[in-house]
Every structure is written in C-alpha cells, then in structure tokens.
C-alpha cells in the first residue's frame, strides 16, 4: 500500500485542524489533513457560520418589521424560508472554499478521506479511490463532535431535529420545542421565535443559559418572555410521541407532568465527541465521558499524538479548537514560546436578540473561589449610541477582586456584546486591573463606553447613571 511521509499529519479540517496545518507549515513543517466530509468542519458548514447567516437574516427581518420606529416604512414585511437557508448555505460554501485555498497556498496535503490510526505516527485513510497509509512525526486528532442524542428525544429529521436539521428545515415550525438552552438552543429559539415560531424552551437547569451570571440569564430569560417565548427552566421532556404532523411532549414542570402538541421540535441537549472508530483504544488514549483527555498543550499521554477542539472537551467552541491547533503545531514544530489555552480567557458568545458574551470568573464563582469581589453594572439605557441604535436593553457586568483590582469577568447582554466582549479578553490577557481600563478613553459614541462606565461602576465613579 501507498505510504507518504509527513512531519504532521492532522485528522479533521475544522477550525482546530486546518488552523493547526497552517500553523505548522508557517513553521516549515510538512503537513496533511485528512478530511472525511467537509473542509472548515462544523464550524463552517454546521455551527458558526449558517447560524449566524440565519440570525442575520432573523435580525434583518425584526428591524424591517419595527420600520415605523425609525422614521420609515416597509409594507408587507414577509420572508421566504427557503432563500433564507439558501443564503445561510451559500454563505458556509464560500467560507468552505476559502479553506481548501488555505489549504493550497500553504501547500498542506489534503486527502479526503476516513482516518484511523494504524500504529504510532501512523494513519491509515479509506478513501474513494482505496486506502492509503501517511506515516508522519507527529498526529493531529481533530475529529470535532456531533449532536447528543438522548434515549425518546432521538432526531430524525422529520418533527424532531438536531442542529444540522434545524439549519436546512423541511418546514417553518409553527409551534417549535426547543429542548436545551445553552447557546445552540437559544440561537435556534431565537430565530424561529423571531420568523414567528411559537417557541417553547425546557431547560434541565434552574435556569437558561446556565453557563453564564446568574443576573444575565435572568435578563435573557425576561427578554426572550417579552418576545413571546416561553421558558420552562427545571423542567424536563421525558417522552416524544411522534405523528405525521405533530409531536406530543411530555413535559415534567414544576412537580407536574404535562403534555403539549408542538409541530416541531429542536434536540439542543449537549454534543459528544468523535472518539470511535479511529483507532484511539488500540493507540492507548484516554477517552473519558466523550472526550480525549489531554494536558493543557494538547498532549495525549501517547508519544507524538496529539487532540485539539471539541474532540478534545469543553469550552466547545472553535476559537478554543483553533487556539490548541496554533499550540500543538508549536510544539510539535519546537518552537520555544508555547502558549497552552487559558480557558478562564476564553469568551463565549450567544448571538441571540439581545446577544449574549462572556468572560472569565462569574460573580458567584468568583465569591465561591474566595475573592473579595467589586461588582459593577451599566445599562445600556445609558448608552448614547445604544439609543441611537434603538437597542439599549441589557447591561454590563464586571467583576474584580477588590484587593488586586485584577479582572475576574465580564458579563454582557445587549447590542453587538458579541463584538464587544473582546476588548475585555485583551484586557485579561494582559493581567489589566481597573487602573487601566478606568485610564483608557473610549470613543464616543460607541456601544463600548457601556464597557468603560461598568469599570467605573466598580470603583464607585460612574458617569451617565
Ligand atoms: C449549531 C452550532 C452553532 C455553533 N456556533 C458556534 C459559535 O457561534 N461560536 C463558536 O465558537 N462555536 C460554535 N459552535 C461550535 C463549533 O462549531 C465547534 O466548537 C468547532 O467546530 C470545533 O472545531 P473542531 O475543529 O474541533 O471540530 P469540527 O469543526 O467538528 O471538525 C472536525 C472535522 O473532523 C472530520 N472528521 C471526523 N472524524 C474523521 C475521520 N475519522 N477522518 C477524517 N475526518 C474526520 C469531520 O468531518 C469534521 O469536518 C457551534 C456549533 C454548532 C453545532
């Protein structure tokens, strides 16, 4: 059989796969990637991207919608589903394509194909064509995650979908059941509610989005009622009864069992990686609940084999996988200065309306880890350009330790925090204390003198409450 040698050889083209080949060819390595499906993963085809290209076209539509607010006027303000997702899907095709240029300029192998490993630094891809072995220095696993699937909540694609379903529907959901709300779940709550679905949410935990401040999830909540949705937190969906044209749900809620007829319903209860089938327990690896256990460089504990991104557990998010494939080609390729992930500086975003962002130490883990907290709060009802936008609902919430001035977290929910929550990740990566972030000038008027003022807040000097 074909062998071909390589200094890295990668499984998987998503975020932290292809970024790791770019990586490690920038540092002079010779690299492959071995894809099964998709260049750009699920980030690009699945996650990400369509979601946000969705959510654009769901803002679009609720700005449309509320014309007469701004001094204009749209009649018969309608949508047709199918361009929508055709423009969600075009959008993923063209991000795909800039992958595999990526891919070319930095002359990175690509074979399309299943991996498996075939003995240390050894992977063996079945591809149309048969089957050939790479043999290389070191090996990449970036095989990502796919949907979890609990036992009577199974999607099938029919009334019951996961996020792939949910992005390319077979129908608009006129009453849709979104089980789980972390940020999957809220993102396709708040597109069909927005398109009109009436939309329920059940959610396990006392409450939604139960990663981030306790304060943000309680204003999302407020927020997504306003909109008309409703929110079971502490509840539970124990059985699906399935018809041609509706779903029964049985929902168990404050002490009650219930049950409810939707049209639709959206499976958003938690991802597990691809860890079969490639071979990771002849190789030795630990596999546990799911997920590759690695050290905080990427390391698998195997000589030379490596795991990055969703494969490799939380936060699942591809920033996070591109970060570890940056680290791991470092490292692989020797480099001296080897930055290993800080997930307590990992943001995570919810682009939902209000949008969501996060980083850091909540308010509660942070008086749970033993500091002495200093709390500030800014509305958006504050903020000049947040009512010039008309979208100044939400706030900003920081949080320091009172004895350092050290930034523990930032917690946002309103216009653009999305965008906004990055000025604070820098912060964090510099180790900043409110000295600094009170003696920088933020311009005005932008959304992130909200981010200024909450600093101040802290330090009892706010301005504009
Ligand atoms: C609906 C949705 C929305 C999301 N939104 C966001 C967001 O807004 N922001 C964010 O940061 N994250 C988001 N995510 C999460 C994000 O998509 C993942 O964290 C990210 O894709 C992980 O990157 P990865 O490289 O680890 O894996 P993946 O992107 O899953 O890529 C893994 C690749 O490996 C390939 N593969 C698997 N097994 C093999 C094999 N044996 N041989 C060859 N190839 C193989 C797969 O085909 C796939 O292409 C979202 C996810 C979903 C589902």
């Keep these: 059989m074909a062998e071909r040698n390589f200094d890295m050889i990668v499984i998987g083209a998503g975020p932290g796969g292809y970024v790791a080949a770019i990586r490690g060819a920038q540092l002079g390595l010779s690299v492959a990637v071995v894809e099964r499906e998709h260049m750009g993963g699920i980030c690009l085809n699945w996650g990400c991207i369509p979601t946000k290209a969705l959510l654009r076209s769901a803002e679009v539509f609720h700005l449309m919608r509320h014309a007469g607010d701004f001094g204009l006027s749209a009649d018969a303000v309608g949508f047709d589903l199918g361009r929508v997702v055709a423009r969600s899907r075009k959008v993923a095709g063209q991000l795909a394509g800039g992958v595999s240029h990526l891919m070319k300029k930095n002359k990175i192998a690509v074979v399309m194909g299943r991996a498996r490993l075939d003995g240390p630094r050894r992977v063996r891809v079945q591809t149309d064509g048969g089957a050939e072995v790479l043999v290389g220095g070191a090996v990449v696993v970036a095989t990502g995650a796919r949907a979890r699937d609990l036992p009577g909540l199974e999607a099938d694609g029919k009334r019951v979908w996961n996020y792939k379903h949910a992005l390319q529907p077979p129908h608009m959901p006129e009453r849709l059941l979104v089980i ?166 990992i943001a995570g975003c919810t682009y939902c309306h209000p949008q969501v962002a996060s980083v850091g130490l909540t308010e509660a883990q942070a008086r749970e880890a033993g500091h002495e907290v ?91 409450i």
């Design 374 to 464: 200093r709390v500030g709060r800014f509305p958006f009802i504050g903020n000049g350009k947040a009512i010039a936008l008309g979208d100044p609902q939400g706030l900003i919430k920081t949080v320091f330790d009172a004895q350092t001035g050290a930034l523990l977290g930032a917690h946002m929910i309103g216009p653009e925090v999305t965008e906004l929550i990055q000025g604070y990740v820098v912060g964090r990566t510099l180790e900043t204390t409110e000295a600094e972030l009170i003696a920088t000038v933020f311009p005005h008027p932008t959304l992130s003198e909200a981010m200024h003022e909450s600093v101040l807040a802290a330090f009892d000097r706010v301005i504009h």
């Design 180 to 345: 789980g709300s972390g940020a999957i779940g809220i993102e396709f709550a708040s597109f069909y509610n927005t398109l009109g679905a009436e939309t329920t949410v059940v959610e396990i935990m006392d409450r939604i989005l139960p990663v981030e401040d306790e304060e943000i999830s309680t204003l999302a909540r407020k927020a997504f009622e306003a909109q008309g949705m409703t929110i079971l937190p502490k509840s539970l969906v124990r059985n699906l009864d399935r018809g041609a044209d509706a779903v029964t749900a049985e929902i168990e809620t404050g002490g009650k069992t219930r049950t409810e007829t939707f049209d639709t319903v959206i499976s958003a209860v938690g991802i597990t990686g691809n860890t079969e089938d490639i071979g990771l327990e002849d190789a030795g690896v630990r596999v546990e609940r799911g997920h590759i256990v690695t050290d905080a460089y990427g390391r698998t504990g195997v000589d030379g084999l490596y795991a990055i991104g969703d494969v490799a557990g939380a936060p699942w998010l591809a920033h996070k996988a591109s970060h570890e494939g940056v680290t791991v080609a470092e490292l692989i390729a020797g480099s001296s200065d080897v930055h290993p992930v800080a997930p307590e500086s």
